[in-house]
């Protein structure tokens, strides 16, 4: 079992940047593949990126390929992810998770509480 904390969220102005990190305050992340998915009001959670155990395969989200950057560091039992050129419709809050490498929800059993991206236009 695995514990995770997200960090990092805020408000940035379209075009800006943001770091966003995910600490496991127990167990170890380098057990599962790892996950940052979003949810918008009013939307269903989306899939964002995936890491693999290793961190050797990515996968990213239509919507966020080319902007963004999902990395691990297992010996500091952390991942994360860097977005770049944030537009409005990033506005949501982003939740890491730990599980098997997949783009379903259903898929990774362990979740984070979440934390705020707001980018103002």
């Known amino acids: 079992q695995v514990q995770l904390l997200e960090s990092g969220g805020g408000l940035v102005q379209a075009g800006g940047f943001l770091r966003l990190s995910c600490a496991a305050s127990?167990?170890?992340?380098?057990?599962?593949?790892m996950a940052w998915f979003r949810q918008a009001p009013g939307k269903e959670r989306e899939f964002v990126a995936a890491i693999s155990r290793s961190g050797y395969s990515t996968y990213y989200a239509d919507s966020v390929k080319g902007r963004s950057t999902i990395s691990r560091d297992n010996a500091k039992n952390t991942v994360y992810l860097q977005m770049n050129n944030l537009k409005p419709e990033d506005t949501a809050v982003y939740y890491c998770?730990?599980?098997?490498?997949?783009?379903?929800?259903?898929?990774?059993?362990?979740w984070g509480q979440g934390t705020q991206v707001t980018v103002s236009s």
């Open positions: 127990r167990g170890t992340i380098g057990s599962y593949a």
């Open positions: 998770a730990a599980g098997g490498v997949s783009s379903k929800k259903t898929d990774y059993p362990y």
